[in-house]
């Protein structure tokens, strides 16, 4: 019945503008608001891969219209609030540290909390609906106020954000079919949410992707216990995947949309959240285990190379990546890498460590800053680096991060694809800018 409604409102409302103009003077916002929240429905229904729900279009909806980006921020930010406020302070009561999140929940469930957990699940659901909804209003407003009204939800999913990408690598991704993508919406988050039958390894030994800690805890437990552990996973791997995704639009509608103006405070302020988003990314908590460390590590390097660079040309973003340098993000960086390369014989070490190098080699490309459309808005006047001084500084602290791994690490044990980012990032220091000292 919702999907039904949601192809309705699509109906009526996306080919009238007026008839969008009084569904937002009688409140028909709060409606949609009351049909994310619906308790019957699904975890991330509008975040699940696959057929997307008409329910998670409706804010789109609504963003195409005249007046409607002010209204549906308004709603969304009110959402976020309320479910921001529960899903933090679940992660802060009882996730917190680097041991075994599921070790924690089991605990909470054996305790006689699981009303608790799932409370905070449907938080986190509802959390993750609301960055979608922000992300429809990005990609539909065509305003600058429009990225100025998301420094507020960005300063909130940095609160969480840390934690959730901590919580995802605890488990690795499942290698799902396209046959499991498909169906009706309750077959979808059936697939999804029913855990399947673990696969016999041909070896006979257990899955050599998942952590040791991990097993353990769904060996012996009860059913119950047991299945709503495998719906946590799911909704960590769903809530982390949102949140990459809108840090990442974030990010590249704040250069799209600023090409051809000035850098407003506001704009600013937000590339300075999102530089500092990033920082916390990166400073909480290393997982305890060795392998979802690795595999923690890993991801946030593709992370920062998707939030870095524009990903449909040989290019840079120059102001996130500027305010990332100011906000001291790249000391954050050599640690990491060495940490990676000293454990290359454990997977996945080599690609985490591939990921590193090739963040320091696409961001120290000289090329690729001439290349971005926006590098003439990086002037002092307002508080930035401008472009060659900025590339030469970038290059200086790549260098400081790749200068540990070449002199202590085991070039043996080197994939035979890193052999090539990691002499690139040499190359780019001598290749320029030409004007500017390496």
């Not at 591939?354 to 320091?360: E, N, P």
Request: charged content about 20%; hydrophobic content about 40%; some cysteine.
């Amino acid at each position: 019945r919702v999907a039904v409604f949601g192809r309705f409102c699509w109906a009526v409302l996306g080919t009238n503008e007026q008839t969008l103009a009084k569904f937002l003077e009688k409140k028909g916002l709060s409606l949609i608001q009351e049909l994310h929240e619906l308790p019957c429905l699904p975890y991330h229904l509008c975040s699940l891969e696959g057929q997307p729900h008409p329910l998670g279009s409706l804010f789109n909806l609504q963003a195409a219209g005249p007046s409607g980006n002010a209204a549906v921020l308004s709603a969304l930010q009110e959402m976020l609030k309320s479910h921001h406020a529960e899903v933090f302070k679940f992660i802060t009561d009882h996730l917190h540290g680097s041991g075994d999140p599921y070790q924690a929940l089991a605990a909470q469930i054996s305790s006689g909390n699981i009303g608790g957990v799932n409370s905070f699940l449907r938080s986190l659901s509802g959390l993750t609906a609301v960055l979608e909804g922000l992300q429809a209003v990005c990609r539909e407003g065509t305003s600058v106020q429009v990225l100025e009204a998301l420094r507020d939800p960005v300063a909130k999913v940095g609160d969480v954000a840390p934690k959730l990408l901590s919580l995802a690598a605890w488990r690795p991704k499942d290698k799902e079919t396209k046959n499991s993508q498909l169906g009706t919406y309750t077959e979808l988050a059936r697939n999804v949410f029913t855990e399947k039958a673990p696969e016999k390894a041909t070896d006979g030994s257990a899955d050599k992707d998942t952590g040791s800690s991990a097993m353990e805890v769904d060996s012996g437990m009860e059913a119950p216990t047991k299945a709503t552990l495998h719906v946590a996973r799911q909704c960590f791997s769903l809530a982390a995947h949102t949140v990459r995704h809108f840090l990442v639009l974030t990010c590249k509608q704040l250069h799209s949309r600023t090409r051809q103006r000035e850098v407003t405070p506001g704009v600013l302020a937000l590339a300075y959240k999102l530089a500092n988003v990033s920082k916390a990314m990166m400073s909480v908590d290393r997982p305890a285990e060795l392998k979802v460390a690795l595999r923690w590590s890993g991801d946030m390097f593709d992370v920062l190379l998707k939030m870095h660079e524009e990903q449909n040309r040989v290019a840079i973003r120059p102001l996130c990546l500027c305010t990332f340098y100011q906000q001291h993000g790249f000391a954050l960086l050599g640690p990491m890498l060495q940490f990676v390369a000293q454990n290359l014989e454990q997977e996945p070490g080599p690609a985490a460590l591939c990921s590193g190098l090739t963040y320091l080699e696409r961001v120290t490309s000289h090329k690729r800053f001439t290349n971005a459309p926006q590098v003439n808005l990086l002037r002092a006047d307002d508080g930035l680096i401008a472009k060659d001084p900025l590339c030469r500084s970038v290059q200086g602290e790549a260098l400081k991060c790749v200068l540990p791994v070449w002199r202590q690490g085991d070039f043996s044990k080197f994939p035979d694809n890193i052999g090539q980012s990691l002499m690139k990032v040499w190359v780019h220091t001598l290749d320029g800018p030409r004007d500017i000292p390496a």
